[in-house]
């Protein structure tokens, strides 16, 4: 059964930083994709990130493209998203998510993770 | 990346079929076969019931298809149950590995 286990959420002022982790069980994550998807309060799916299964490249929304960064640590099966420069409106739930497809294709997510919540807030 | 349009709301009784519909650019939907759905309970996870147009993952019911004209794309659910009750979010491909969105479609089982 594929697991997705996000930590590292919590209160961070504007401006601050944060890191999320995603732990991840139950399928060979070397092999696959995996992306970040975060939903505002009351608000609807918004795509945040990507990176490819061996790490090497990364794709990012124009939202938030030069403040966050995504790497991956295939050894301990793990993906980290390091969040600086947080702005009010980055407060959502933050998903981990595994793509679907062994091609790479950064498309269709079979797996979530239940999230956690990020505030950002003085 | 502008969000992908769906309507705000849907809603059919028990045993009817309900058809939500997802509409892009040639940028997203148009251009490739790349449209997935996820459905959304109150406080859950998303969970995929279609991926590439029109597949469904193993063990979702044959209830749920999908399909696209152009650039949109759709979700039917057939014999509708109380169970179906959620949000439901269409997504694409938009090149570059890139993933866009819609704003949500509440599906109300009346």
């Known amino acids: 059964e594929v697991r997705l286990l996000e930590s590292g959420g919590g209160l961070v002022q504007p401006g601050g930083s944060l890191r999320l982790s995603c732990a991840a069980s139950g399928f060979t994550f070397s092999s696959y994709a995996m992306s970040w998807v975060r939903q505002a309060p009351g608000k609807g799916l918004e795509w945040v990130s990507a990176?490819?299964?061996?790490?090497?490249?990364?794709y990012f929304a124009d939202s938030v493209k030069g403040r966050f960064t995504l790497s991956r640590d295939n050894s301990k099966n793990t993906l980290y998203l390091q969040m600086n420069s947080l702005r009010a409106e980055d407060t959502a739930v933050y998903y981990c998510?595994?793509?679907?497809?062994?091609?790479?294709?950064?498309?269709?997510?079979?797996?979530w993770g239940q999230g956690t919540l990020v505030t950002v807030s003085s | 990346q502008s969000a992908l349009t769906q309507p705000p709301s849907a809603s059919g009784s028990p045993g009817q079929s309900v058809t939500i519909s997802c509409t892009g650019t040639s940028s997203d939907v148009g251009g490739y076969n790349y449209v997935s759905w996820y459905q959304q309970h109150p406080g859950k996870a998303p969970k995929l019931m279609i991926y590439e147009v029109s597949k469904r993952p193993s063990g979702v019911p044959d209830r749920f298809s999908g399909s696209k004209s152009g650039n949109t794309a759709s979700l039917t659910v057939s014999g509708l149950q109380a169970e179906d009750e959620a949000d439901y979010y269409c997504?694409?491909?938009?090149?570059?590995?890139?993933?866009?969105f819609g704003g949500g479609t509440k599906l109300t089982v009346l």
């Open positions: 990176i490819s299964a061996s790490g090497g490249t990364t």
């Open positions: 998510a595994k793509v679907l497809s062994l091609l790479g294709v950064v498309s269709d997510f079979d797996s």
């Open positions: 997504s694409s491909y938009a090149g570059g590995n890139k993933v866009v």
